[in-house]
């Protein structure tokens, strides 16, 4: 069965998904564990509510790092596991409830984990498939089964770069293993055929000459797409789009694309112009459209800046003025579209930044706080909002709120090192010296080269001795 996006459902289903996220979100994790639960029930495919679970089931269980390092000893000898395992050859759906269970009351059981995983597989869900090693193998990471499964799911869910990444990594760990050298090969001739076309061949929806085109259009394509251009293949892309809107008009792919080349030319006046003829078009209201625009004066803006020489005093206070208008415009621009989309909460997000930059901790931490609730933005609301708490003098507020990002940020990747070098700096600047090298040793641990950590442990050992 295929996974379904929340516009695929029915509404009473999207309802209740919506109702257990505002439960997860308000940290109501018993509520949220019920709501999702049933969703699943009803939708197995349905991708998004099954993540939200795994959050809200985690959290519940308070999920910390200590928590995680039990997630492999997990309850895997469970009567319920053994039945999902059962169940797993004559039917993965039902298989899949059973484990849901499981993870109900013990979100740590690798054993429900693993059939998740693997009735997902037999259900053809890959992103679930995935999600589930994705957790399993966070904290078994030298498990080569483990790690070519979720190579394999991830090819699967059509993450081919991700899966070669996985593949090469355990290539690197073991270069004789013949059989994960062949699955590399696999994937990369796999990578090909997608990216030449020819897996519709395959597939007979295609032709050869969907793929031999015109050798002229084909370097045209090419062209358009690359993503920086010189500035004679630009003019050339921007003559052959202004010819073709003479006979179109109404053409807004085209207008759009106009307004790319430009900008990539510098010439943002000329790319405003195209912004505003889509945006006087039939199209209606385009929250990206207009977020365009602004990038595009804020670039204007960096342009004239870099046109001059902050050596020289009197150049260095006109990038002083420059600098400053281009905030004010921010300011005032933001402010409009939070008026015209207030419940966008990415804009809302963005608000919060320009206001934080501005200096203006009051309102920006009015913006995060309903940021947050973007699970796309959260973790990232919840570190602009620890900084402006710290800013504030409020370093209890901040330290709550590095801690219950860091609870629901899973995998350790820059965002997560942010976070922690964050939670150090404001527990050493409340004199928390121990709990501050505890964060700063987490990173070093992992990426020695990362900001100033290696210099805070190395001092803290110095003193030590």
Not at 2 to 18: A, C, G, T
Not at 236 to 241: F, K, Q, T
């Amino acid at each position: 069965m295929p996974e379904k996006s929340i516009n695929e459902l029915p509404r009473d289903l999207r309802d209740r998904y919506e109702k257990g996220k505002q439960a997860l979100q308000r940290q109501n994790f018993d509520y949220a564990v019920s709501i999702l639960t049933q969703v699943l029930q009803q939708e197995p495919g349905f991708f998004d509510a099954r993540q939200a679970l795994r959050a809200a089931q985690f959290k519940k269980a308070g999920g910390g790092s200590s928590f995680f390092k039990k997630v492999l000893g997990g309850a895997s000898s469970s009567p319920l596991v053994a039945k999902a395992q059962l169940a797993l050859r004559k039917d993965p759906l039902e298989a899949m409830q059973i484990a849901e269970q499981v993870l109900g009351s013990d979100p740590s059981s690798a054993g429900a984990h693993k059939v998740v995983a693997e009735a997902a597989t037999a259900a053809d869900l890959p992103r679930t498939a995935c999600l589930e090693y994705e957790i399993l193998r966070k904290h078994s990471p030298k498990d080569v089964d483990l790690s070519t499964a979720y190579a394999e799911a991830l090819a699967r869910a059509g993450e081919i770069a991700k899966a070669e990444s996985i593949y090469i990594e355990l290539l690197r760990a073991d270069p004789t293993n013949s059989e994960i050298a062949q699955s590399l090969k696999n994937l990369s001739a796999k990578k090909t055929m997608v990216e030449g076309g020819y897996d519709a061949l395959a597939d007979g929806k295609g032709s050869y000459r969907d793929i031999l085109k015109d050798k002229e259009e084909a370097v045209s394509l090419e062209q358009e797409k690359r993503e920086v251009k010189t500035d004679d293949v630009a003019q050339r892309l921007i003559n052959e789009n202004e010819v073709r809107l003479l006979r179109e008009p109404k053409n807004l792919k085209l207008l759009r694309t106009l307004a790319d080349l430009y900008l990539q030319k510098k010439d943002f006046d000329r790319a405003l112009q195209y912004c505003e003829r889509i945006k006087t078009s039939e199209a209606g209201a385009d929250p990206s459209l207009e977020r365009l625009m602004a990038d595009i004066t804020a670039r204007k803006f960096d342009h004239a800046i870099a046109q001059l020489d902050p050596q020289d005093p009197a150049q260095a206070e006109q990038i002083a003025k420059l600098q400053a208008d281009r905030l004010a415009y921010q300011l005032e621009e933001c402010k409009s579209r939070v008026e015209r989309y207030p419940t966008d909460l990415q804009i809302r997000f963005e608000m919060g930044e320009l206001y934080f930059t501005a200096g203006k901790i009051t309102e920006a931490i009015g913006e995060f706080q309903k940021a947050q609730a973007n699970p796309h933005r959260r973790l990232q609301a919840l570190g602009f909002l620890a900084q402006c708490f710290a800013r504030r003098g409020m370093n209890d507020s901040a330290v709550r709120m590095l801690q219950s990002a860091l609870k629901e940020k899973l995998v350790f990747d820059d965002e997560k090192k942010e976070l922690i070098y964050q939670l150090g700096c404001v527990l050493e600047k409340i004199g928390k010296a121990e709990e501050a090298i505890e964060q700063f040793k987490q990173i070093y641990e992992n990426d020695i080269s990362y900001k100033d950590v290696a210099a805070k442990v190395d001092a803290y050992y110095a003193q030590q001795q």
